[in-house]
């Protein structure tokens, strides 16, 4: 059953923690990116990958890291540094011509 | 630098009444256009999209979207929504005739309640 798994669904964590978020996927698609969503808002992009090895920083980077060692896998870290992490994580994918594939997402509360 | 407007943040509409979301972009150059649905707490799903070719595009669940170059819109329709489709739709474009990948960009998304 191919797809994209995030993990966990629900997450909280206490101030100055770092925490990641897991997402893999088995669709064989190259690019993998990591989005926030607020309330109310649209997708904000944080983190993407084109290929195993590399990433770009997004429009929100800051805070946040990511690696990007095998093809299925792309975590993404929330750190301390994140001054208002609590907020809905969507990772997603996508083939050559930019269509998204997403994750059912992850949902941190920072407590 | 594209961008992205969806003009009403929120619609409420009767059941099998018709609806219309309205998006529309600036680019400079061509464009590739998307209509994503997401319902409560999951991620995000394509409802349709525009590649090239016919500017009628037809997606699932009986959307339909109509790509107008002159007037940059990419506006979705339905003749007759049901319950089900109370959800957040989101519009996006990105850079077409592409070779590589490319950001995407999403609009701040439009809140669909289908009324009983």
């Known amino acids: 059953d191919g797809g994209i798994t995030q993990s966990p669904k629900y997450l909280f964590r206490k101030e100055g923690q770092n925490v990641t978020l897991s997402c893999e996927q088995n669709?064989?698609?190259?690019?993998m990116y990591w989005y926030r969503q607020d309330p109310g808002q649209g997708l904000r992009l944080i983190y993407y990958?084109?290929?195993?090895?590399?990433?770009q920083k997004g429009d929100i980077a800051e805070g946040y890291s990511v690696s990007r060692e095998k093809k299925e896998s792309f975590p993404l870290t929330v750190t301390s540094a994140q001054k208002n992490p609590t907020a809905f994580y969507l990772c997603?994918?996508?083939?050559?011509?930019?269509?998204?594939?997403f994750g059912p997402g992850t949902r941190l509360t920072v407590l | 630098a594209q961008s992205v407007t969806q003009l009403d943040s929120q619609v409420p509409v009767f059941e099998e009444a018709p609806v219309e979301l309205r998006c529309n972009y600036s680019?400079?150059?061509?464009?590739?256009l998307f209509w994503y649905v997401q319902y409560p707490n999951q991620g995000l799903q394509l409802l349709l999209k525009?590649?090239?070719?016919?500017?009628l595009v037809k997606g699932i669940n009986g959307f339909e979207a109509e790509f107008n170059k002159s007037q940059t819109s990419f506006h979705l329709r339905k003749p007759s929504v049901h319950i089900s489709d109370t959800a957040e739709y989101f519009c996006?474009?990105?850079?077409?005739?592409?070779?590589?990948?490319?950001?995407?960009?999403f609009g701040p998304g439009t809140s669909l309640s289908v009324i009983p």
């Open positions: 990958s084109q290929i195993v090895n590399d990433f």
């Open positions: 669709l064989n698609h190259d690019a």
């Open positions: 996006a474009v990105t850079k077409g005739l592409k070779t590589s990948y490319d950001k995407v960009i």
């Open positions: 680019s400079s150059v061509s464009v590739y």
């Open positions: 997603a994918t996508s083939t050559r011509l930019d269509e998204q594939f």
């Open positions: 525009y590649l090239s070719g016919s500017t």
